[in-house]
């Protein structure tokens, strides 16, 4: 069992910017992956940001160049951050250990405004 707690979120203005952080119970250097998530009022949760065991980083392409994901592996610990920040992303964020098994954090809510 791997029990993931989200936080950083808030209220910021476009054009600004936020970090995120995951805090996790277990190691992260032996999970497979380690993901950010967000789910949009009536939208379905999309992956926005993803780093393997490896290091290797993805990103979707409409956060590509803004977010950045990282990891420290001495606090077990996942990292987002934001910059140039659009209502668009207002969402809440979820970190994920993705397995399998897959664990879910409880979500930290971002809010841009225009």
């Known amino acids: 069992q791997v029990q993931l707690v989200e936080s950083g979120g808030g209220l910021v203005q476009a054009g600004g910017s936020l970090r995120l952080s995951c805090a996790a119970s277990?190691?992260?250097?032996?999970?497979?992956?380690m993901a950010w998530y967000r789910q949009a009022p009536g939208k379905a949760r999309d992956l926005v940001a993803a780093?393997?065991?490896?290091?290797?980083?993805n990103y979707v392409d409409s956060v590509r160049g803004r977010f950045t994901i990282s990891r420290d592996i001495t606090k077990n610990t996942v990292y987002l951050r934001m910059n140039s920040l659009k209502p668009e992303d207002t969402a809440v964020y979820y970190c994920?250990?993705?397995?399998?098994?897959?664990?879910w954090g409880q979500g930290t809510q971002v809010t841009v405004s225009s």
């Open positions: 780093i393997t065991h490896g290091g290797t980083t």
């Open positions: 277990a190691n992260i250097f032996s999970i497979n992956t």
């Open positions: 994920s250990a993705l397995g399998p098994p897959t664990y």
